[in-house]
């Protein structure tokens, strides 16, 4: 069975956001081994400078970096990275789960995203959207696509 987890900088504070991370979660358990770990961002001013921002961004990456699974494909999302379609995702969920390394570990960042660093560590950069979300949105619209992909691959007719 397929070990995906979740890391995320930031605390879901919304009820609405946990409410639906809840219900994907739920959902996901006949497919999967599915956690989320919640890690606390850095606390910067006002203005930050960018070497502020990138030191805040270091320390978050050395306390992601200890909650990686090891052996795990490694997905940061970010900005720069690239785009795919429910199917493809589907593909990777499926391709992961017949590797010899069945283990999954998608990053999100807290609102300044994640240090470069990490970045290059990660075996695949994704973009949910050349739009720009609530890194809270995110870590939901990321749940519900693994949920979708797993639904692909059983041929369900959740995804239309």
Same mark, same amino acid.
């Given at each position: 069975?397929?070990?995906?987890? +979740? +890391? =995320?900088?930031?605390? #879901?504070?919304?009820?609405?956001? @946990?409410?639906?991370?809840?219900?994907?979660?739920?959902? #996901?358990?006949?497919? =999967?081994?599915?956690?989320?770990?919640?890690?606390?961002?850095?606390?910067?001013?006002? !203005?930050? !400078?960018?070497?502020?921002?990138?030191?805040? &961004?270091?320390?978050?990456?050395?306390?992601?970096?200890?909650?990686? #699974?090891?052996? @795990? &494909?490694? %997905?940061?999302?970010? %900005?720069?990275?690239?785009? $795919?379609?429910?199917?493809?995702?589907?593909?990777? /969920?499926?391709? =992961?789960?017949?590797?010899?390394?069945?283990? &999954?570990?998608?990053? *999100?960042?807290?609102?300044?995203?994640?240090?470069?660093? /990490?970045?290059?560590? @990660?075996?695949?950069?994704?973009? $949910?959207?050349? $739009?720009?979300?609530?890194?809270? #949105?995110?870590? %939901? $619209?990321?749940?519900?696509? *693994?949920?979708?992909?797993?639904? *692909?691959?059983?041929?369900?007719?959740?995804?239309?």
């Amino acid at each position: 069975m397929l070990h995906i987890r +979740v +890391v =995320c900088v930031g605390r #879901l504070k919304e009820r609405f956001y @946990a409410d639906a991370l809840a219900e994907y979660e739920k959902r #996901l358990s006949p497919f =999967c081994r599915f956690e989320v770990v919640e890690l606390p961002e850095e606390r910067l001013g006002e !203005k930050p !400078k960018s070497a502020e921002i990138e030191n805040a &961004l270091l320390r978050e990456s050395e306390r992601i970096e200890k909650q990686l #699974l090891r052996d @795990a &494909l490694l %997905v940061c999302l970010c %900005v720069e990275g690239s785009q $795919m379609d429910s199917p493809a995702f589907s593909g990777l /969920l499926k391709s =992961c789960e017949a590797s010899g390394r069945p283990r &999954l570990c998608f990053v *999100i960042g807290g609102s300044f995203g994640l240090s470069e660093g /990490l970045k290059k560590k @990660a075996d695949r950069r994704l973009s $949910m959207s050349q $739009m720009t979300f609530p890194h809270h #949105l995110a870590r %939901v $619209m990321l749940v519900e696509q *693994i949920y979708r992909g797993f639904q *692909i691959k059983e041929g369900t007719p959740y995804h239309k």
